[in-house]
């Protein structure tokens, strides 16, 4: 069983609209969470990260995270046809802080 | 400011053939990584090292070996490569292990 957990995809949607990426994990010693946005043929880059329950906001992106329910997720809004790419979710995994990625949520924003 | 500069770009290789993969930072990060990208997959840890002087296995670290040259340099090296070992391979790094991971432009290799 993967630690970290994301629906693959792809989510449809529509440009000017909210798109809501969730994530959840295993590890309940997870202490940070961090979002990045991999374009097609490209290396992921970091969009936020997230350490304590609660909303936190960076431009149009939000995280939320909930330790208790185990999940974290991301919003986009006014999604631009420049978001279409896949999204990964990380956590850290054990005192050591390594990381473990979900698979990654494809995005796809039609104009 | 490169960032995180990974080479060679691509690379084709036969089976049993040995290769290394460079990589270098110059955000004088403590810790740095090698991940595998396979479709479906994520990235998955090959080797890390938290600082200069250190290395640890990851998820996925049968059939590689890793060398912290330096504090910018870490090399992934594959002594017989396998068809399994078809992927693309990412070097990160960080200013020490659980902060923001910084990406290189990754390595696409095919193993024939």
């Known amino acids: 069983q993967k630690e970290v957990e994301q629906n693959s995809g792809p989510l449809s949607v529509p440009e000017g609209a909210i798109a809501s990426l969730n994530c959840t994990y295993s590890?309940?010693?997870?202490?940070?969470f961090f979002w990045y946005r991999q374009y097609s043929g490209k290396s992921p880059e970091l969009i936020m990260f997230?350490?304590?329950?609660g909303d936190k906001e960076d431009g149009r992106f939000t995280a939320q995270l909930n330790k208790a329910s185990q999940y974290v997720s991301l919003l986009i809004r006014d999604s631009q046809p420049s978001d279409s790419a896949t999204y990964l979710c990380?956590?850290?995994?054990?005192?050591?802080?390594?990381?473990?990625f979900g698979a990654g949520t494809q995005v796809v924003v039609t104009p | 400011n490169a960032g995180v500069t990974q080479t060679p770009k691509f690379q084709v290789l036969k089976t049993g053939q040995s290769m290394t993969l460079q990589c270098a930072q110059d955000?004088?990060?403590?810790?740095m990584y090698w991940y595998r990208q396979d479709p479906g997959m994520g990235l998955r840890l090959i080797y890390y090292?938290?600082?200069?002087?250190?290395?640890d296995k990851g998820e996925v670290p049968n059939g590689y070996n890793v060398s912290r040259l330096n504090k910018r340099e870490f090399s992934l090296r594959l002594e017989s490569a396998a068809p399994s070992q078809t992927s693309v391979y990412f070097c990160?790094?960080?200013?020490?292990?659980?902060?923001?991971?910084?990406f290189g432009p990754g390595t696409r290799l095919l193993v024939l």
């Open positions: 990160a790094s960080s200013d020490v292990i659980g902060e923001t991971q910084y």
């Open positions: 590890d309940r010693g997870s202490q940070s």
């Open positions: 997230i350490y304590s329950n």
């Open positions: 990380a956590a850290t995994t054990d005192s050591w802080g390594k990381f473990q």
């Open positions: 955000m004088n990060h403590n810790s």
């Open positions: 090292s938290a600082s200069e002087g250190t290395t």
